[in-house]
């Protein structure tokens, strides 16, 4: 991960000036209402090696089982930080671009990490037929952003659907890209005393996890450890 930016920090940071590696983007943490977001109607147009290289990932999907379809969600197209604020500038974007390892196009999605009142994370392994992380264990909730969504609104969503409960407090804490060129708003949600996780069909296990990650079973891999720490 390599240095953020101040959230603070008046001047504007391009995104195209980030693109080169992997790292964090910008840091918080913002509040839900301090993240803001304006969208191009135009759907960013990939090259036709890309398209056939998407095309032919969606089909690899399909064969082993996955109701995954196409369509459009976001892209990160820009951002801007100014005052304490995060402002994002997104297009739509083919859905299935996120596939391409390393060739993302900066696709946009949302990463909520889940704590319990004792600080424990919720962790749950993906089911096999998942597009990403498919039979890995991972932390909280993600998804992609839907056209004319605030990511902050696709936090709280993801945590609602994957595992049917509402944030009792939520931060936003960074917005990281990723090595597969995908770009990655976290959150961090804190659930109430005594809520319960129901589990999707995208999950075939789950567990809590001890406050400190050096606890953690070993398969929570590399990736999770870094966000943890990320997040510390």
């Not at 999707?200 to 050096?214: K, S």
Request: aromatic share 6%.
């Amino acid at each position: 991960m390599g240095p953020a930016p101040s959230p603070s920090s008046a001047p504007v940071r391009f995104l195209s000036e980030m693109t080169a590696s992997a790292g964090i983007l910008a840091r918080g943490p913002w509040r839900p209402e301090d993240v803001e977001v304006s969208w191009r109607h135009e759907p960013f147009t990939p090259s036709a090696r890309v398209v056939e290289e998407a095309d032919r990932a969606l089909a690899e999907l399909r064969g082993r089982g996955s109701p995954s379809h196409d369509g459009l969600a976001g892209r990160l197209r820009d951002f801007t930080i100014d005052n304490g604020r995060l402002q994002l500038e997104c297009e739509p974007i083919r859905w299935a671009l996120r596939l391409l390892p390393g060739n993302a196009s900066q696709s946009l999605s949302a990463l909520c990490i889940v704590r319990s009142v004792d600080g424990c994370w919720l962790a749950g392994r993906r089911a096999a037929w998942l597009a990403t992380w498919a039979e890995r264990w991972a932390l909280g909730a993600a998804g992609s952003v839907e056209v004319d969504e605030n990511p902050t609104e696709t936090l709280v969503r993801e945590l609602q659907e994957e595992w049917s409960v509402e944030p009792e407090r939520l931060d936003v804490e960074a917005l990281v890209k990723l090595p597969s060129g995908l770009v990655s708003l976290v959150g961090m949600a804190w659930l109430a005393e005594g809520a319960e996780v129901v589990p999707d069909e995208e999950h075939d296990d789950f567990a809590w996890w001890p406050q400190d990650p050096e606890h953690w079973p070993a398969h929570a891999d590399d990736p999770l450890r870094r966000i943890a720490a990320l997040l510390a």
